[in-house]
């Protein structure tokens, strides 16, 4: 993930500094990132004074706990802003340590208009991206209509290919993306459908719509939903006729087992085990 993290004071313009110092926040909850920090991280380091960030850095350790005695953490951790940040933190409450590698240093300007959250921390989301990067999400995207040659490969193969693409398409990148993605997904879903030969995947349902002008229709489930992360990949994607797929996304759903090869659960009080592929 990467984040980034504001400091109201001017920030060490030496790498070592940056490196060496023990970096940390102490808040009375656990406040975001408390527990989502993770080693490897990146970090962006924002300087109030300069209005700039200044650092991309990666994160090297973290350690995290519950604390009643300030000074105990002063102690254990000497290389950091001393006892004045210290005395202003909460008596007890919970301590994030984090110490970082450099990127690289940098000086970019925060967007105009925006206003920093409270605590100081931000989760580089796409939306964050475009406005302080200049990224492009979509360009994140674009993975699968380019790659795939579907003449050369087999039906299991297509949908492995496509599988091992969607797997790096983001939960929540689909979220915010999801018409894109409605389009990007095309060929894992038809593929799929193809794989299921145009038929409802529910036990002993195994409904075909004829259509007209030839070919049948048939629809495809996500059995974790786009808008609560689910993705396009084999073992969330479930073809299904339209009754079943209601029932799916409207009914009692509890999923007591999910792979790439198989679905079992109870819907509405009817178990149910679903082979996905074959
Ligand atoms: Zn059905």
New binding site residues.
């Given amino acids: 993930m990467e984040y980034i993290t504001s400091r109201g004071f001017e920030l060490p313009t030496d790498q070592h500094k940056m490196e060496n110092f023990d970096w940390f926040n102490m808040w009375s909850n656990k406040n975001f990132p408390y527990h989502e920090l993770l080693l490897g991280d990146t970090l962006y380091w924002f300087d109030t004074t300069a209005q700039k960030l200044v650092w991309k850095t990666e994160v090297v350790k973290v350690d995290r706990f519950p604390y009643s005695d300030k000074q105990e953490i002063f102690d254990r951790y000497p290389n950091s802003l001393g006892l004045k940040y210290y005395d202003s933190r909460p008596d007890s409450g919970y301590f994030v340590g984090y110490k970082i590698k450099v990127i690289e240093k940098i000086n970019r300007d925060k967007p105009t208009g925006f206003r920093f959250p409270q605590l100081g921390w931000l989760r580089v989301d796409n939306e964050i991206s475009q406005k302080w990067f200049n990224r492009n999400p979509i360009e994140d995207i674009n993975i699968l209509d380019d790659n795939i040659s579907a003449d050369d490969k087999t039906i299991s193969e297509q949908l492995a290919f496509l599988n091992l693409k969607m797997q790096n398409v983001s939960p929540e990148r689909i979220d915010k993306l999801v018409s894109m993605t409605i389009r990007k997904d095309t060929k894992i879903i038809n593929a799929l459908k193809k794989s299921a030969d145009f038929k ?1 995947q ?1 036990p002993d ?3 075909q719509i004829k259509k007209k002008g030839g070919g049948f229709y048939v629809e495809v489930a996500h059995v974790k939903s786009v808008s609560t992360g689910g993705q396009s990949v084999l073992g969330n994607l479930i073809v ?2 339209p ?2 797929h209601k029932e799916f996304d409207y009914g009692e759903l509890s999923i007591s087992e999910q792979t790439t090869d198989n679905l079992s659960g109870l819907l509405n009080g009817r178990q149910f085990e679903i082979k996905l592929t074959r």
Avoid: A, M, V
């Fill in positions: 409802c529910f349902c195994g409904q299904l006729c009754n079943h």
